[in-house]
Nanobody
Framework: QMQLMEFGGGLVKPGGSLTLSCTAS????????VAWFRQAPGKEREGVMN????????HYEDFAKHRFTISRDDAKTTVYLQMSELQVEDTAVYYC???????????????????WGLGTKVTVSS
């Protein structure tokens, strides 16, 4: 069974940092673009960043620029979302996701993605 799993959420103070991890079971992440989305309380899920299979192509939403970094490990079995200068507004459940097809570069539109993890909760609060 194909599954995605997110790790690393927690409580962090404003201005702090946190790194989330995404791994897969039942398949390999190596050939997929991987995206991070988030859903804040009472809001719709929104895209954050994605990275293609090569690790050389990255796309991000404006709010993530300069504060968030997405990367893959050398074996391409884990995708990370490094978040810094966290703000209260970053409080959300963060999800990793992949599209249906390998070797594609979908945009950060929810409809482009097929398989989702259960999410990891990030709370930014003093």
């Amino acid at each position: 069974q194909m599954q995605l799993m997110e790790f690393g959420g927690g409580l962090v103070k404003p201005g702090g940092s946190l790194t989330l991890s995404c791994t897969a079971s039942g398949f390999s992440l190596k050939t997929y673009t991987v995206a991070w989305f988030r859903q804040a309380p009472g809001k719709e899920r929104e895209g954050v960043m994605n990275i293609d299979d090569s690790g050389n192509w990255v796309h991000y939403e404006d709010f993530a620029k300069h504060r968030f970094t997405i990367s893959r490990d050398d074996a391409k079995t884990t995708v990370y979302l490094q978040m810094s200068e966290l703000q209260v507004e970053d409080t959300a459940v963060y999800y990793c996701t992949v599209p249906r097809d390998e070797y594609t570069r979908p945009s950060l539109e929810e409809k482009e993605y097929h398989l989702w993890g259960l999410g990891t909760k990030v709370t930014v609060s003093s």
